[in-house]
């Protein structure tokens, strides 16, 4: 192991290895069932404390990850350098030019809280606890997505450490081609301590979520894809199968439930919001109603995900459509009469704005997609070797002639093999990023996917 003596004499925040207090706290990220044991762990509390910390890693031949707030972990980190940002959490809000500027280590709750001091809302995803900039990198989805498109479209600068340890800006103008695969192209390109987000004009919206008991889960999730055919493009929607646990940390309307929750989200009056969400209100009847008017600040309630860390499984696929014979196949496999080791199995709806790349185009993958699954395990780690992943792939099988050939990284929930790797993007798509990472890494200082 390389000297850090060096590395902490320039280094503002903990320089950390196996062995020295708080090694593991600093390691630790939101998914809990991975336990980081990387060879040195950097806490940077500057852009300048990444700087020093990637030359150490290319000095020292050690890879370089990054932890924001964790929730991308999808494998344990048991070598290299992991940098963790979450103390880079500044927001700066210029109401003017509607930028937020925003530290690698922010999560949405706090820009959606700073915008919303001035009217203004980020195109953020669905959990408030998420960190920023890893949803950016991946493109970003979330309740706002067929109003505003991905989050990404709407980054219009990122800070960036490269392999050579230099610091550059990546816009439009100044390493064109970095920022376009910094949009979308997740990893392996270098460490981004900041980035400037445009917001949207937006105080309120009329959004929330209509639940429906058991019984009526079949007809309800079928009259939500009879409403996608004719839905309006600024309404956005998801629908979710929860199966409850019953646990006392559970709230006792859902607790130890088998539940359909659909969520909705529309950025127009709420008079026309009621109107447009009138066929699902009276598709079947509607146990819990928290459906209304919101402030944009309260944008989280619509899809309510948990607020703590836990451990967890995922995985996600893209879809080329979200139709009745969909609904079939998914309920022919997971409905009411099946035993599957679920929480959860969300379906995601997309429109236009999603499908529409920006102007100097992105690297974002599964723009054509009209929706995607995401399937959440049990938390318990003994099924997550072979009980969860099986089924889930009985799962995906079983819709498989709706899954696109094109997924997205953010959804992709760790690569399983070269195949899944590549597919999170078009093929045009991964060879650029590959030749841009190339160019910014010839070395693969930057340790990222699967070659």
Do not use: C
């Not at 929730?71 to 927001?91: C, F, P, Q």
């Amino acid at each position: 192991m390389a000297d850090v003596s060096p590395l902490r004499s320039r280094v503002t925040g903990p320089v950390l290895v196996e062995g020295d207090d708080d090694y593991a706290e600093e390691s630790l990220g939101w998914v809990r069932n991975f336990i980081h044991t990387p060879d040195v762990v950097v806490g940077a509390t500057s852009a300048q404390d990444i700087v020093e910390a990637v030359k150490f890693a290319a000095a020292n031949n050690l890879a370089v990850r990054v932890q924001g707030s964790g929730h991308g972990s999808h494998a344990a980190v048991t070598d290299g350098v992991l940098i963790t940002t979450k103390r880079l959490e500044s927001v700066e809000v210029d109401a003017t030019t509607r930028i937020a500027t925003i530290g690698a280590g922010v999560a949405w709750d706090a820009v959606i809280a700073a915008g919303g001091e001035h009217g203004l809302a980020p195109i953020t995803g669905s959990s408030g606890t998420v960190g920023a900039i890893g949803f950016l990198l991946g493109g970003g989805m979330g309740p706002l997505v067929n109003s505003y498109g991905f989050g990404s479209d709407w980054v219009r600068e990122f800070e960036v450490v490269l392999a050579d340890g230099s610091l550059v800006t990546a816009s439009t103008d100044e390493h064109p081609d970095l920022f376009w695969a910094l949009r979308g192209g997740k990893g392996g390109l270098g460490v981004v301590t900041s980035a400037k987000v445009e917001l949207v004009e937006l105080a309120t919206l009329y959004g929330g979520s209509l639940t429906y008991e058991a019984a009526n889960i079949d007809t309800a999730l079928h009259a939500w894809a009879s409403y996608l055919e004719s839905a309006d493009a600024r309404v956005t929607t998801s629908a979710a199968i929860l199966r409850m646990p019953d646990l006392p940390f559970i709230p006792e309307p859902i607790r130890g439930r088998t539940l359909l929750t659909v969520r909705f989200a529309f950025t127009g009056d709420a008079a026309t919001g009621e109107g447009l969400a009138a066929p699902l209100r009276a598709a079947a009847p509607v146990y819990l109603d928290q459906l209304g008017e919101i402030p944009a600040s309260a944008i989280g309630t619509v899809h309510n995900d948990p607020p703590n860390p836990t451990v967890g499984w995922t995985t996600g696929r893209m879809l080329n459509s979200v139709d009745q014979a969909f609904v079939t196949a998914l309920l022919g496999f997971a409905g009411m009469d099946k035993q599957v080791p679920f929480v959860a199995i969300e379906i995601r709806a997309f429109g236009a704005a999603q499908a529409t790349d920006v102007a100097d185009g992105s690297a974002v993958g599964g723009r054509g997609a009209k929706g995607s699954i995401n399937i959440v395990g049990v938390p318990n780690p003994e099924l997550f070797a072979t009980v969860i992943p099986g089924a889930a792939a009985g799962l995906l099988e079983a819709v498989k002639p709706w899954i696109s050939p094109e997924n997205n990284v953010n959804f992709a929930s760790g690569f399983d093999g070269a195949e899944n790797y590549r597919r999170s993007w078009s093929p045009a798509v991964f060879d650029r990023l590959a030749e841009v990472r190339i160019k910014y890494d010839p070395k693969g200082l930057f340790a990222f996917g699967v070659h």
